[in-house]
T-cell receptor
């Protein structure tokens, strides 16, 4: 089974509008972390936001927020007030067993976001 | 502070040739990782290391070997390159366990083509 599922291969959003990128995850470990990364066309991977499984509140970082629904195992990324520079590939990732040595990160297949002027 | 660097940035190999990709980090991170990125498949973990002298297999380890002789360096080797290994390779590093974000810091990538 896929550990991380991103069901939207491509998304379009109008500039200045908000957009939600979906991510669901699969784990039986009670301790895990969820991450979102941005990959612009230049290729580098940029860390955006993190949510720990025990965090009580949804994470926010500037225009990015993570809609964490633990029971549904979803960790959707919300980008508010989209900008042209937000056009990129977005990856959801998970690390299981936060306090256990040697655990892997698992990445989804990504969502390509295009911001339309 | 250079972060995570990768050498080389581009390489073309013929089938059967060997090469080593070098990853270096200056953040004193315990954990280091090698991924490959292929279109439509996201990032897949090849091998990773939780400390100097230790390595472990990831999701797609076949055809690759790694070594972590120094904490700051993580080498990825292809002994006999195959066209299926044409990909973009990313190295990453992170802090070790405990509370906190410990996100992965990525290098710029190496684009490898095997003909």
């Amino acid at each position: 089974a896929q550990k991380i599922t991103q069901t939207q291969p491509g998304m379009f959003v109008q500039e200045k509008e908000a957009v939600t990128l979906d991510c669901t995850y699969d784990t039986s470990d009670p301790s895990y972390g969820l991450f979102w990364y941005k990959q612009p066309s230049s290729g580098e991977m940029i860390f955006l936001i993190y949510q720990g499984s025990y965090d009580q509140q949804n994470a926010t970082e500037g225009r990015y927020s993570l809609n964490f629904q633990k029971a549904r195992k979803s960790a959707n990324l919300v980008i508010s007030a989209s900008q042209l520079g937000d056009s990129a590939m977005y990856f959801c990732a998970m690390r299981e067993g936060l306090w256990v040595t040697g655990n892997q990160f698992y990445f989804g297949t990504g969502t390509s976001l295009t911001v339309i002027p | 502070n250079a972060g995570v660097t990768q050498t080389p940035k581009f390489r073309v190999l013929k089938t059967g040739q060997s090469m080593t990709l070098l990853c270096a980090q200056d953040m004193n991170h315990e954990y280091m990782y090698w991924y490959r990125q292929d279109p439509g498949m996201g990032l897949r973990l090849i091998h990773y290391s939780v400390g100097e002298g230790t390595t472990a297999k990831g999701e797609v380890p076949d055809g690759y070997n790694v070594s972590r002789l120094k904490k700051q360096n993580f080498l990825l080797g292809l002994e006999s390159a195959a066209p299926s290994q044409t990909s973009v390779y990313f190295c990453a590093s992170s802090y070790s366990g405990g509370t906190g974000t410990y996100e992965q810091y990525f290098g710029p990538g190496t684009r490898l083509t095997v003909t």
